[in-house]
């Protein structure tokens, strides 16, 4: 692909009103900004769009077979951008992440075990969870200052229980932002291998990491992560490609995996379509550099964000962001619950926030912010949550 012009690409405003987006067609409010939901307002790639568009001049979408290609070009992803040498058996695809950590949980605990997550944490892990009969365990993470830590000693008093099976990792964390270092990895895996804690890598905001800052798969640390280690992934972030349904579980576990595959089949996401295939072939094949831009123009909003934020509205405070396009602001200094502030800023700002609450207790007095559209538009938002914020101090 050429050089692409980020500017000119990225900056564009695109209607999606009526197109059955689930982020702007659920808003009821006339003229209201939903800022919410985690997918991008910008076009995909389009070498995506011109390799979806030649599958559609088949006419024919029957069943579909996954190609060599799929692999191909998924490995060489991987070994390009983490140097992590995946092989083709290791790979299971599916059509979502969200059924992916579901199916790994299935797979690798009993009914009633205790599965741990660091809260806050994306909110679809606790129904995954629950859906699975098993229960939530909170290793909540430390705020310190605006910079969130893990709570090693607490993961360790929870990894000692036997009833505790599974740790879900964020990796990077949603909604707050972290790049997990290889020191912080390796910690986790210490603990958790120690008392026969497998775990679960959720590594879909991967590829989304900003500068100075570096992905460490938590499965390429070593023979016993490897072992140990399930990781799911999906390029439906990285390129806004969510609705097409395709996501892969590494499991270099030959007998974790045959358990994971029969999870899929039993709960029927064993398949996908043929766009999702085209989609992900042309993602890493064609379009590395149409990401990079993109990459760029999203830590050119973080940077404007956190801006306008430190001098327009004082009251609140931007988390430190490492990876993700969702900015995660620290607002107890307005005094409100979470779910009251975001009815607020609805009602005050036509604005549609998602409430620090969603992702777990440990989110009260947070608000989750999505980045990801045209600086236009994102400083559209940007006025609008300081109107909504001036109402608020109002009350």
Same mark, same amino acid.
């Given at each position: 692909?050429?050089?692409?012009?980020?500017?000119?690409?990225?900056?564009?405003?695109?209607?999606?009103?009526?197109?059955?987006?689930?982020?702007? *067609?659920?808003?009821?409010?006339?003229?209201? !900004?939903?800022?919410?939901?985690?997918?991008? *307002?910008?076009?995909?790639?389009?070498?995506?769009?011109?390799?979806?568009?030649?599958?559609?001049?088949?006419?024919?979408?029957? &069943?579909?077979?996954?190609?060599?290609?799929?692999?191909?070009?998924?490995?060489?992803?991987?070994?390009?951008?983490?140097?992590?040498?995946?092989?083709?058996?290791?790979?299971? &695809?599916?059509?979502?992440?969200?059924?992916?950590?579901?199916?790994? #949980?299935?797979?690798?605990?009993?009914?009633?075990?205790?599965?741990?997550?660091?809260?806050?944490?994306?909110?679809?892990?606790?129904?995954?969870?629950?859906?699975?009969?098993?229960?939530?365990?909170?290793?909540?993470?430390?705020?310190?200052?605006? &910079?969130?830590?893990?709570?090693?000693?607490? !993961?360790?008093?929870?990894?000692?229980?036997?009833?505790?099976?599974? !740790? !879900?990792?964020?990796?990077?964390?949603?909604?707050?932002?972290?790049?997990?270092?290889?020191?912080?990895?390796?910690? #986790?895996?210490?603990?958790?291998?120690?008392?026969?804690?497998?775990?679960?890598?959720?590594?879909?905001?991967?590829?989304?990491?900003?500068?100075?800052?570096?992905?460490?798969?938590?499965?390429?640390?070593?023979?016993?992560?490897?072992?140990?280690?399930?990781?799911?992934?999906?390029?439906?972030?990285? %390129?806004?490609?969510?609705?097409?349904?395709?996501?892969? #579980?590494?499991?270099?576990?030959?007998?974790?995996?045959?358990?994971?595959?029969?999870?899929?089949?039993?709960?029927?996401?064993?398949?996908?379509?043929?766009?999702?295939?085209?989609?992900?072939?042309?993602?890493?094949?064609?379009?590395?550099?149409?990401? *990079?831009?993109?990459?760029?123009?999203?830590?050119?909003?973080?940077?404007?964000?956190?801006?306008?934020?430190?001098?327009?509205?004082?009251?609140?405070?931007?988390?430190?962001?490492?990876?993700?396009? =969702?900015?995660?602001?620290?607002?107890?200094?307005?005094?409100?619950?979470?779910?009251?502030?975001?009815?607020? =800023?609805?009602?005050?700002?036509?604005?549609?926030?998602?409430?620090?609450?969603?992702?777990? *207790?440990?989110?009260?007095? %947070?608000?989750?912010?999505?980045?990801?559209?045209?600086?236009?538009?994102?400083?559209?938002?940007?006025?609008?949550?300081?109107?909504?914020?001036?109402?608020?101090?109002?009350?």
């Amino acid at each position: 692909m050429t050089d692409f012009d980020q500017v000119a690409y990225f900056d564009q405003v695109i209607e999606r009103k009526g197109s059955g987006s689930y982020k702007w *067609d659920s808003v009821e409010q006339e003229n209201a !900004l939903p800022m919410w939901v985690a997918d991008m *307002d910008f076009a995909t790639s389009p070498a995506i769009v011109e390799a979806l568009m030649r599958r559609v001049q088949h006419g024919i979408f029957g &069943y579909a077979k996954v190609p060599d290609v799929y692999y191909q070009e998924l490995l060489s992803w991987f070994a390009r951008r983490y140097d992590f040498a995946i092989e083709r058996d290791w790979v299971l &695809y599916t059509s979502g992440v969200v059924p992916a950590v579901s199916a790994a #949980i299935k797979a690798l605990s009993m009914s009633g075990n205790g599965v741990i997550v660091q809260t806050p944490v994306y909110n679809c892990f606790f129904s995954s969870i629950r859906n699975m009969g098993c229960q939530v365990i909170e290793n909540t993470l430390i705020n310190r200052e605006g &910079y969130y830590e893990i709570d090693f000693e607490d !993961l360790e008093q929870k990894a000692q229980d036997p009833n505790n099976t599974v !740790l !879900l990792l964020c990796n990077p964390h949603n909604p707050v932002g972290r790049v997990w270092t290889k020191a912080e990895l390796l910690r #986790i895996g210490e603990i958790c291998f120690a008392h026969g804690v497998k775990v679960i890598s959720d590594e879909i905001h991967c590829d989304l990491v900003f500068p100075g800052h570096k992905h460490q798969p938590f499965a390429d640390l070593g023979p016993e992560f490897l072992s140990n280690t399930v990781t799911c992934h999906a390029p439906s972030k990285s %390129f806004n490609i969510a609705g097409l349904q395709i996501a892969n #579980i590494i499991v270099p576990n030959p007998e974790l995996r045959l358990r994971i595959d029969k999870a899929l089949n039993i709960h029927e996401v064993c398949d996908v379509n043929p766009f999702g295939i085209e989609a992900l072939i042309a993602a890493y094949r064609d379009s590395e550099r149409w990401f *990079d831009a993109l990459l760029c123009y999203l830590y050119g909003n973080y940077q404007f964000v956190a801006e306008f934020i430190q001098r327009e509205i004082p009251t609140l405070k931007l988390t430190k962001q490492e990876a993700t396009y =969702l900015a995660w602001i620290d607002c107890r200094e307005l005094g409100l619950p979470a779910e009251k502030l975001v009815d607020l =800023l609805a009602q005050h700002a036509l604005l549609i926030l998602s409430p620090g609450t969603l992702f777990g *207790d440990a989110g009260e007095g %947070f608000l989750r912010l999505n980045m990801a559209c045209p600086r236009s538009v994102l400083a559209e938002g940007l006025q609008r949550l300081k109107m909504g914020v001036m109402a608020c101090e109002q009350i």
